[in-house]
C-alpha cells in the first residue's frame, strides 16, 4: 500500500523559532499533498492544499507566511512554521494523493508539536 | 458553509454487535464520501470510499451507504471486536476536502 512519512515525529521548541515539518511519499508519487492540523479531541482541518511545482493554496484563516509550505517534489512536501507561538502547539498531519488514486489520501503518522 | 455532524461523539458497543456510525452534512454535494480510522496520535487510515453515484459498498465487515437525498451516510461494522476501537471520521470530497468531527468507537469484550 502507499505509504506517507512524516519527520520529525514530535518537536519541542522554543516561542519565536522556527520549525519544518517534512511529508514524504514512499511509494508513489504524490502530485497533490495536504496539510493538516488537529486539536485534542476536535477532527482534522484542513490548512493547505499543495500541488508539485506551484504554490500552495491556503485555507481561509490560514496565514500563509506563518506556515510556509514547499512541494518541491512528487515525493517531498515540507511544512515550517514560522516564529512559533504556544498556541500553534498541535497535532500536524500531511496526506498525499497519488494521480492515479480513487481520490484516496494517504495520510502521515502525524507530528506533534510542542512550542514552549 | 459546510457542515459535518457525526452521529455521537463516543459510542460503546458489545463485541460480537454491529456498530453504527452516522455522518449528515449539509450545505455541500460531494462526489465521494470516504471513511477513515484514526487511533491515538497516529494519522488517518483510509478505509472506504462511495461515490455520488453508489449506493452501498463493502469491504469485509464494512459496510458504507450514501443517501445523497438525505445527505447521509452511514458506517456498519459488523462482528465487532476490541480491535475496532478507535475514532472513525468521515470526509466529503468534492471540491475541496472535509472531515467530520469523528466518532470515537469501543467495542467491549
Known amino acids: 500500500g502507499a505509504v506517507v512519512s512524516q519527520h520529525p515525529s514530535w518537536v519541542i521548541c522554543k516561542s519565536g523559532t522556527s520549525v519544518k515539518i517534512e511529508c514524504r511519499s514512499l511509494d508513489f508519487q504524490a502530485t497533490t499533498m495536504f496539510w493538516y492540523r488537529q486539536f485534542p479531541k476536535q477532527s482534522l482541518m484542513l490548512m493547505a492544499t499543495s500541488n508539485e511545482g506551484s504554490k500552495a493554496t491556503y485555507e481561509q484563516g490560514v496565514e500563509k507566511d506563518k506556515f510556509l509550505i514547499n512541494h518541491a517534489s512528487l515525493t517531498l512536501s515540507t511544512l515550517t512554521v514560522t516564529s512559533a507561538h504556544p498556541e500553534d502547539s498541535s497535532f500536524y498531519i500531511c496526506s498525499a494523493r497519488a494521480a492515479s488514486s480513487y481520490n484516496e489520501q494517504f495520510f502521515g503518522p502525524g507530528t506533534r508539536l510542542t512550542v514552549l | 458553509s459546510q457542515k459535518i455532524e457525526q452521529n455521537s461523539e463516543a459510542l460503546n458497543i458489545q463485541e460480537g454487535k454491529t456498530a453504527t456510525l452516522t455522518c449528515n452534512y449539509t450545505?455541500?454535494?460531494?462526489?465521494?464520501l470516504q471513511w477513515y480510522r484514526q487511533d491515538p496520535g497516529r494519522g488517518p487510515v483510509f478505509l472506504l470510499l462511495i461515490r455520488e453515484n453508489e449506493k452501498e459498498k463493502r469491504k469485509e465487515r464494512l459496510k458504507v451507504t450514501f443517501d445523497t437525498t438525505l445527505k447521509q451516510s452511514l458506517f456498519h461494522i459488523t462482528a465487532s471486536q476490541p480491535a475496532d476501537s478507535a475514532t472513525y471520521l468521515c470526509?466529503?470530497?468534492?471540491?475541496?476536502?472535509?472531515f467530520g468531527t469523528g466518532t470515537s468507537l469501543t467495542v467491549i469484550p
Open positions: 470526509a466529503l470530497d468534492g471540491n475541496q476536502f472535509y
Open positions: 450545505n455541500y454535494s460531494p462526489a465521494y
